[in-house]
């Protein structure tokens, strides 16, 4: 079965401190990994994907298939990294997204 | 603005009713999808339509229902709307296949 697990719904770490959120993922062949931000009042975003491997305001993640994760991680959290984080995959040749459930990150300052 | 724009923002139904939700797309996005997220959940794939034919369906059933038209604009149906069916629904269009996809604010529909 296609899943996308995010173990944390809450995330809350203070202004500076390094943030890692899990992603894990069960999917037999070659997905993409992405991970989609939703700040407060705003439309979802996509953050980053694994295969521009970029890293957009901090943030970056690596894809492990040996672990079958995709966690996002950030040295130094800000204020206003504080939002709704998802992780997502598409199967191979498709564009149907497959959300986690969600981890909320607060940066306390 | 990523231009993907829906309507209504908020819309109160009764169980049984049937309910029509718009979508207008970005100029020359040919794939269009929507989604389902109900309350502390991620979005749930409802299904994908591709130059106006449908392109993909995921865990719902025929009740769900879309159309997408040549003006990039779209419609997500759903017939004898059930209590379960309360939640944020989300328009997502993209050029073609492989491009960014850029999500629309959402329109909340409450079932009662």
């Known amino acids: 079965a296609q899943r996308v697990t995010q173990p944390e719904k809450l995330l809350s770490v203070f202004k500076g401190a390094p943030v890692e959120l899990k992603c894990n993922y069960s999917?037999?062949?070659?997905?993409?990994l992405f991970w989609y931000v939703q700040y407060s009042r705003q439309r979802l975003q996509l953050l980053l994907r694994h295969i521009s491997r970029e890293s957009i305001k901090g943030f970056t993640a690596d894809l492990n298939k040996g672990e079958t994760s995709f966690h996002l991680k950030k040295p130094f959290a800000q204020e206003e990294d504080s939002a709704m984080y998802y992780c997502?995959?598409?199967?191979?040749?498709?564009?149907?997204?497959?959300f986690g459930t969600g981890t909320r990150l607060q940066v306390f300052p | 603005e990523t231009g993907v724009t829906q309507s209504p923002t908020h819309l109160i139904k009764t169980r049984g009713q049937q309910v029509t939700l718009r979508c207008s797309s970005q100029?020359?996005?040919?794939?269009v999808s929507w989604y389902q997220q109900a309350l502390g959940q991620g979005p749930q794939f409802i299904f994908q339509y591709y130059r106006e034919e449908e392109n993909g369906r995921g865990n719902f059933p025929p009740r769900f229902s879309g159309l997408q038209f040549p003006n990039y604009s779209s419609e997500l149906n759903v017939n004898a709307l059930e209590l379960d069916d309360s939640a944020l629904y989300l328009c997502?269009?993209?050029?073609?296949?492989?491009?960014?996809?850029?999500f629309g604010e959402g329109s909340w529909l409450t079932v009662v």
């Open positions: 997502a995959l598409t199967p191979y040749n498709t564009d149907k997204l497959i």
């Open positions: 997502a269009s993209s050029l073609d296949s492989g491009n960014t996809i850029y």
């Open positions: 100029s020359g996005h040919n794939t």
């Open positions: 999917y037999s062949g070659s997905p993409e």
